[in-house]
Each structure stands twice: as structure tokens, then as C-alpha cells.
């Protein structure tokens, strides 16, 4: 596994232990975004990706994250001790989407995002300094749409570090409202 780029977005001064986001390619293949980087109590600490974990009403059936007092539903009183504990005692609130799977795959992209930050928090000294966590890495010209796999496969170029086109296909012909009443060729069973 070779990490390829990382782009680093530095939070405002006024954040006290959230210090930066980022992304990180790798191979050339594989974009995982909105890792956080945290000054913790033993230093920097990279947070990998997260959701909020949830749970339903008792009442309605309706979902609600753990945090919440009243039902979003029906506005139900909540037990504010439903979430699972940790062994510390700690609550459980978010799960992980993405995570390295052994302590030496989590070393080794920590180590880079932590480089990688440092050096941009440098960059971000120098006179117009400008983050590019932010910038496209898409062509303009690239057509949009279900089809678009084969296409790439017969010799298109590659676009960008993230080999992502642009766009959305919400606004194509090949957009999913514009093909509900067909069925997209070349796939079995009408299945996009």
C-alpha cells in the first residue's frame, strides 16, 4: 500500500484540539476523506473517518443518534444511558467508516498525514498561501453518466490523482429520473 498524496485542510486558530482535515490517496486508486487530525494528550492523533451511531424510538420506531434527548419523531423522552459503554466507561457515539486493520498500517498513514501536516502548516506561513484540500481534481470535459465505466475502459484518460469525472449525473441524460422507464443497456436485468 503506497499513499500517494495527502491534502491537508488547517482548521481556524480558534478550535482547540481539532487541528486539520484531510484526504489521502492511495495507489492512485483510493481516496479516503475527512480524516481529523487532533492534538490529543499524548500529541497528534489522526480520527479516522465516522458516522454517528443511532438507534430507534422505542415508541415511533424512529431513528435518532445516541446524544438525543427527545425522539426527532414524536418527541419521546430518550434514555440518555442507551448508548454502549467502552471499557473506560465511555460511551460509544460513532463507528468508524474507514480504518486501518493492524497497528502498523495505522502507524504508517499517521506518520504520513502527520508529515504532511507539519508541512503544510509551514506552507501556510509563506505569502499566498493557498489550500488546495478543496481543489477539483476533475477534467471539465469528460461526459457524465451510468455508461461512463466502458467508456473509460477503451482508452480514455485518466483524470486526475482521484481518476473521478466531474459533475453529477443528476444533471445527464443518463440521470436516474430520466431513466426509470428504460432500462440501461448493458447491464443484466435493467440494473444500474
Request: net charge neutral; charged share 30%.
Given at each position: 500500500?503506497?499513499i500517494?498524496e495527502?491534502?491537508?485542510?488547517?482548521?481556524?486558530?480558534n478550535?482547540?484540539r481539532l487541528?486539520a482535515?484531510?484526504?489521502?490517496?492511495?495507489?492512485?486508486?483510493?481516496?479516503v476523506r475527512?480524516l481529523?487530525?487532533?492534538?490529543g494528550?499524548?500529541?497528534?492523533?489522526v480520527?479516522?473517518?465516522s458516522?454517528?451511531?443511532?438507534?430507534?424510538c422505542p415508541?415511533?420506531?424512529?431513528?435518532n443518534?445516541?446524544?438525543?434527548?427527545f425522539?426527532?419523531?414524536c418527541g419521546?423522552?430518550?434514555?440518555e444511558?442507551r448508548?454502549?459503554?467502552l471499557?473506560?466507561?465511555?460511551?460509544?457515539l460513532?463507528a468508524?467508516?474507514a480504518h486501518p486493520i493492524?497497528s502498523?498500517?495505522r502507524?504508517h498513514?499517521?506518520?504520513?498525514i502527520?508529515?504532511?501536516y507539519?508541512?503544510?502548516?509551514?506552507?501556510?506561513?509563506l505569502p499566498?498561501y493557498?489550500?488546495?484540500?478543496?481543489e477539483f481534481d476533475y477534467?471539465?470535459?469528460?461526459p457524465?453518466?451510468?455508461g461512463?465505466?466502458?467508456e473509460?475502459?477503451?482508452g480514455?484518460?485518466a483524470?486526475g490523482?482521484?481518476?473521478?469525472p466531474?459533475?453529477?449525473?443528476?444533471?445527464?441524460?443518463g440521470a436516474p429520473?430520466?431513466k426509470a422507464?428504460?432500462p440501461a443497456e448493458g447491464?443484466?436485468?435493467g440494473i444500474?
Amino acid at each position: 500500500m503506497i499513499i500517494t498524496e495527502v491534502r491537508i485542510k488547517l482548521c481556524e486558530e480558534n478550535n482547540e484540539r481539532l487541528l486539520a482535515f484531510c484526504s489521502v490517496t492511495f495507489d492512485h486508486a483510493f481516496v479516503v476523506r475527512d480524516l481529523k487530525i487532533i492534538e490529543g494528550t499524548k500529541g497528534l492523533f489522526v480520527a479516522m473517518p465516522s458516522r454517528k451511531l443511532t438507534d430507534r424510538c422505542p415508541r415511533c420506531g424512529g431513528k435518532n443518534h445516541l446524544r438525543a434527548r427527545f425522539c426527532n419523531q414524536c418527541g419521546t423522552r430518550q434514555d440518555e444511558q442507551r448508548a454502549t459503554r467502552l471499557t473506560e466507561g465511555r460511551a460509544k457515539l460513532h463507528a468508524d467508516i474507514a480504518h486501518p486493520i493492524n497497528s502498523a498500517a495505522r502507524e504508517h498513514i499517521q506518520n504520513a498525514i502527520v508529515k504532511a501536516y507539519e508541512e503544510e502548516k509551514e506552507k501556510s506561513k509563506l505569502p499566498g498561501y493557498v489550500c488546495t484540500y478543496d481543489e477539483f481534481d476533475y477534467d471539465d470535459d469528460v461526459p457524465v453518466g451510468y455508461g461512463m465505466v466502458p467508456e473509460m475502459a477503451k482508452g480514455m484518460k485518466a483524470h486526475g490523482p482521484h481518476a473521478a469525472p466531474k459533475g453529477t449525473h443528476f444533471q445527464t441524460e443518463g440521470a436516474p429520473a430520466a431513466k426509470a422507464a428504460k432500462p440501461a443497456e448493458g447491464f443484466a436485468d435493467g440494473i444500474a
